[in-house]
């Protein structure tokens, strides 16, 4: 399981993090809302979610958000 920093949180109120489900393998992960680069599930590598105009676009099932 991802551990949520509670710091970048702080750090960066503006953004959250998603609880994402990985549409090939079921994996759960912690995407960062507003990631800059893919991000690739840890189990398979499908990507999660890709940077789009600075928010990034889930591409997963977002299970929660973590605010
Ligand atoms: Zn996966």
Do not use: H, W, Y
């Amino acid at each position: 399981m991802a551990k949520v920093d509670v710091e970048k949180l702080i750090l960066q109120p503006r953004s959250k993090f998603l609880l994402v489900t990985c549409i090939s393998c079921g994996n759960r992960q912690v995407v960062f809302d507003s990631s800059k680069t893919v991000v690739r599930c840890t189990v398979c590598k499908e990507v999660l979610a890709t940077p789009r105009g600075g928010k990034a676009k889930v591409l997963g099932k977002v299970n929660a958000v973590l605010t």
